[in-house]
C-alpha cells in the first residue's frame, strides 16, 4: 500500500478525540469479523447468483445477468417450498407464543416455590440440544415401527399412523419438534420480560380496583410489547434457518409437502450443484427476510424514538 | 452531528475496502508458494525415500480392515502413506473440491461410480489402463486383473478406460424372515408377483408384523436405489435413444407396484423409511420381507444387535418381467490427474487391491463386500460365514449377475434420482398416482448423458 493512500484513509482518524481514537481501535476485530464473515459472502452471494456456476463443470461461472432470477419467477418447485416455508414460519411461531407465554407467566407465578428453578431448567433443556441431536431422535421417536409414538398410538387401537411418512401428518409431526425445541425460548424471552416489569403500574390499577383479567390485557402485554417484538425477530430468523430438523427426518418428503425453501435452496446447491440458481434464489429469501424483519423493526423503533 | 456521520462511515467503508485488499491478496499467495516444493523432483528414485502419498478414504469397514496392514506396504516400499478417512458423503464432498479446484492434495481417492463417471468426464482422473498396460510399473501377479468381480470391474471403465479398480462391492438382495415363512406355508417367492401376495399372506400390522419393509424416504440412496431394481425387471431404462422414459408402461408399472407393496403391505409412513429404519424393523422380526443391501445380513447375524440372527433366508431378487436386477454398489480406488506422485500411489492401488492383502483384510475383520473373485471362493473366507444360511453363495451369484449399469452412468444422477425420489415418495405417500408421477418425471426430468 502507497504511503499516499494510508495517509488518505488515516487521516480522518486524527480529527477524533483521543477516547473515541482507542474506541475506533477496539472497534478494528469486530468490524474485520462481520467484513469476513458477514459483507463478504453476501456480496459474494450476490455475485454468484449472477452467474451460471456448477461446481460439477469447469469454466462454469459465466456471467449470465438476472436470468437465475427470471427462472425463480417461473419456478413451481421454488415457489412451493417458499409457501412452505411460510406455512412453517406462521404456524409453529403462533403456537410458540401461546405456550410459551403461557408457561411463562406460570413460571413467574410459582417464582417463591422451592422447585422454581428446577422447573426452569428442566423447560429450557430442549434449547440446548443441538437441531442435529433434536432431528435424529424425533426422527426415532416418530419411527412407525420401532417409534414411541406409534406404540402408544397402538395402545389406543390406532395402527396405522405413519406420523413423517404420511402425507396428512407429515407436516404437523415437523411442527411439533418446532414446538418442542422453541417454545422454551419464546418462555425464557417472556419470563425475563416478565420479571422486569415494574410494580407501579400494578399498584396504581389495584387501587384503581381493575381485575386481573384487566390488568393482563391492558397492563402486563402493553409493558411486554417490546419483548414480544424482539422475541418474535428472533424466532422468525431462527425460523427461516431450520434445515437439520428437515432434514434429518423427513428430506423434504413424502413428495415435496415439507420442503421449505431452505431445503429446496440446499438440494439445488449440493445435489443439483447448480450453485447460481441457488445463489440467486438465498438472496431472494435473504431479501424476502429483511422485509419482513423490516416491518417488525419499524414497530419495534418507532420514528421519534431513533 | 451530520459531519460526524459522514466521518464514521467513511471510515468503515474505507476499512472494508482495505481488507478486501489485503484478503484477495492473501488468498492469490497462499496456495501457490507453499506445496510445491516437496512434491517435485523425486520421482524415479526407487527404494527407501521420504516419499509420501496422500490417500482419502471413506469410512468404511473395507478401509477399517486395510488400515492395520498398511504398515507392510510402507515397510516395503518406503512410500509413507497418509491416510485421511471421512464419513460419507463428506469423503465425496472432499474429493470433488479437490478435484474441481485443480489442487494436487490427493494421490489416491476412492469413491462410487457415480461420481467416478462424472469426474471421469470433466477429465480429472488418470487413465489406469495405460497404467496397466506399462510392463515396469506394473505386478501382473500383484494385480491379477482377471480376478476382480468381473462386473464391479467393468462399473468402472468406459470406452476402454479403465478409471478406478473395485475395492469393495455389494449388492441387494431378498431377505426373508424364515421363521414367518414357514408358519404361513408361504415359499420363497421368485417373481414380483409371488412377492406382492407373500407379503399380502404375511402383512398383520395387529400383530405388529408387516408385510414387507423397503427403502420409502426420498433420495438418489433412498428409495430409488431400491425402485431401481424394480423399474429395471419391469424392463424400465433411464436413457431410451438418449431421452429418459419415465412415463413408459415399464416405469408407471414399477412405480405402482413399488407403492402398492409398501401401501397396502408395509408399515404406515412408508414414505419416512431410510435404510437404517427398514434394517431395523427387519432386524426386530418385524417385517417378513426386506429388500436392501447385501451388507446388512451382518447386522442381522449378530445375536447381539438382531432379533433374527439365524433365522434369515437370503433370495435373488425376485423376477419381473424383465428378470431379476440385483444392484451394484461398488466403491473403486483412483489417482487424480493432478496428483504427482502418480508412480508411488499405483504401487499402493496394486498392493492394497492384490488378491493376498484382501483375502487377509477380509479374514480379519469379517467383511461381507470384497470384490476378488479368488477371495470368495477362499474357505478361510467362506467359514466366515458359517452361520449366516445360504447369504454367501446368493451374494456371490448376484454380484456376478449384477449390471453394472444398474444406475446410469450420467452427469447429473444425484439430481434425477433426488427428483425421482420425491416423485415416488409422494406414490408411496398416495399424494400422486403413478401415472401422474411419471408423467410428471417424463416432464420435468432433464438427463444429461
Known amino acids: 500500500m502507497g504511503d499516499h493512500l494510508k495517509v488518505r484513509l488515516l487521516n480522518p482518524l486524527k480529527r477524533l478525540s483521543q477516547r473515541n481514537k482507542v474506541l475506533f481501535w477496539m472497534l478494528v476485530p469486530c468490524l474485520a469479523f462481520i467484513f469476513i464473515l458477514t459483507i463478504y459472502p453476501t456480496v459474494y452471494l450476490l455475485f454468484v447468483s449472477l452467474t451460471s456456476y456448477n461446481t460439477m463443470e469447469k469454466g462454469s461461472m459465466k456471467f449470465i445477468g438476472l436470468a437465475n432470477f427470471g427462472t425463480f419467477l417461473t419456478d413451481a418447485n421454488a415457489w412451493h417450498a417458499f409457501w412452505i416455508s411460510m406455512k412453517h414460519v406462521v404456524v409453529t411461531l403462533s403456537l410458540e407464543l401461546v405456550l410459551g407465554t403461557l408457561t411463562a407467566i406460570a413460571a413467574y407465578k410459582l417464582l417463591n416455590k422451592w422447585y422454581s428453578r428446577w422447573l426452569r431448567t428442566i423447560v429450557l433443556l430442549p434449547l440446548m440440544v443441538p437441531s442435529v441431536v433434536t432431528g435424529i431422535t424425533w426422527a426415532q421417536l416418530f419411527s412407525p415401527t420401532n417409534g414411541f409414538f406409534s406404540y402408544l398410538a397402538s395402545k389406543f387401537g390406532l395402527y396405522s399412523v405413519g406420523f413423517l411418512g404420511d402425507a396428512s401428518t407429515a407436516f404437523s409431526s415437523l411442527v411439533a419438534i418446532d414446538v418442542w425445541q422453541w417454545t422454551p425460548f419464546i418462555f425464557l424471552m417472556i419470563l425475563a420480560g416478565l420479571e422486569a416489569l415494574p410494580a407501579e403500574p400494578y399498584e396504581a390499577a389495584s387501587i384503581d380496583g381493575a381485575g386481573r383479567t384487566r390488568t393482563f390485557w391492558s397492563i402486563t402485554i402493553p409493558l411486554l410489547k417490546r419483548n414480544f417484538l424482539i422475541t418474535i425477530i428472533l424466532k422468525i430468523i431462527f425460523s427461516f434457518k431450520v434445515w437439520a430438523e428437515i432434514y434429518m427426518t423427513t428430506r423434504g418428503g413424502p413428495g415435496n409437502l415439507t420442503e421449505t425453501l431452505n431445503v429446496h435452496i440446499f438440494n439445488v446447491a449440493f445435489v443439483n450443484n447448480n450453485f447460481g440458481y441457488a445463489g440467486a434464489l438465498s438472496f431472494v429469501y435473504l431479501i424476502i427476510l429483511n422485509v419482513i424483519l423490516l416491518a417488525f423493526f419499524k414497530a419495534l423503533f418507532p420514528k421519534n424514538a431513533v | 452531528m451530520q459531519t460526524k456521520k459522514w466521518i464514521h462511515t467513511t471510515l468503515v467503508l474505507s476499512l472494508s475496502s482495505t481488507l478486501a485488499l489485503t484478503a484477495c491478496s ?424
Not at chain 2, 502419498?53 to 497418509?82: C, M, N, S
Open chain 2, 26 to 449: 492473501s488468498s492469490n499467495n497462499g496456495p501457490s508458494s507453499s506445496p510445491g516444493s516437496e512434491s517435485t523432483g523425486k520421482e524415479g528414485s526407487p527404494g527407501k525415500t521420504n516419499e509420501k502419498i496422500t490417500f482419502y478414504a471413506q469410512y468404511h469397514p473395507a478401509i477399517d480392515a486395510l488400515k492395520p496392514l498398511i504398515p507392510d506396504f510402507e515397510k516395503e516400499t518406503g512410500i509413507k502413506v497418509e491416510l485421511n478417512v471421512l464419513p460419507y458423503p463428506q469423503i465425496l464432498d472432499k474429493q470433488q473440491v479437490a478435484l474441481t479446484s485443480g489442487s494436487e492434495s490427493i494421490d489416491v481417492g476412492m469413491a462410487d461410480p457415480m461420481y467416478l463417471s462424472q469426474w471421469n468426464n470433466g477429465g480429472m482422473l488418470t487413465d489406469l489402463s495405460a497404467l496397466i498396460a506399462d510392463k515396469n510399473a506394473t505386478n501382473d501377479e500383484r494385480l491379477a486383473l482377471d480376478d476382480f468381480m468381473p462386473q464391479a470391474l467393468k462399473q468402472m471403465s468406459k470406452d476402454n478406460v479403465q478409471y478406478a479398480l473395485p475395492l469393495y462391492a455389494e449388492t441387494t438382495e431378498l431377505f426373508y424372515n424364515k421363521k414367518m415363512l414357514e408358519d404361513a406355508n408361504v415359499p420363497v417367492p421368485t417373481t414380483l408377483d409371488e412377492l406382492m401376495e407373500a407379503a399380502k399372506k404375511l402383512h398383520d400390522p395387529k400383530k405388529g408384523q408387516f408385510g414387507i419393509v423397503l427403502r420409502g424416504q426420498r433420495g438418489n440412496g433412498l428409495n430409488i436405489f431400491i425402485w431401481t431394481g424394480i423399474y429395471r425387471s419391469f424392463g424400465g431404462e433411464f436413457l431410451k435413444d438418449g431421452a429418459n422414459d419415465f412415463d413408459s408402461q415399464a416405469g408407471v408399472a414399477a412405480t405402482k407396484w413399488y407403492g402398492d407393496i409398501l401401501t397396502n403391505y408395509g408399515p404406515p409412513g412408508a414414505s419416512s423409511i431410510g435404510w437404517q429404519e427398514a434394517l431395523d424393523t427387519f432386524s426386530q422380526g418385524k417385517a417378513a420381507f426386506m429388500i436392501d443391501a447385501s451388507t446388512f445380513a451382518g447386522s442381522l447375524e449378530d445375536s447381539k444387535k438382531s432379533a433374527v440372527a439365524g433365522n434369515v433366508g437370503y433370495a435373488t431378487l425376485p423376477k419381473g418381467p424383465n428378470g431379476s436386477f440385483p444392484a451394484l454398489a461398488a466403491w473403486g480406488m483412483y489417482i487424480p490427474k493432478n496428483s504427482a506422485k502418480k508412480e508411488a500411489a499405483w504401487k499402493f492401488i496394486q498392493w492394497a487391491l492384490s488378491p493376498e492383502v484382501q483375502l487377509k483384510s477380509a479374514v480379519e475383520h469379517s467383511r461381507s463386500d470384497v470384490a476378488r473373485q479368488s477371495v470368495w471362493q477362499d474357505e478361510s473366507y467362506r467359514s466366515l460365514f458359517g452361520s449366516w444360511g445360504n447369504w454367501a453363495d446368493v451374494t456371490f451369484d448376484n454380484i456376478n449377475i449384477a449390471s453394472p449399469d444398474y444406475r446410469p452412468m450420467i452427469k447429473n444422477w444425484t439430481q434425477v434420482g433426488d427428483d425421482l425420489g420425491a416423485l415416488v415418495s409422494a406414490v408411496t405417500a398416495k399424494t400422486l398416482t403413478a401415472d401422474a408421477a411419471m408423467k410428471k418425471a417424463q416432464e420435468e426430468i432433464k438427463i444429461t448423458p
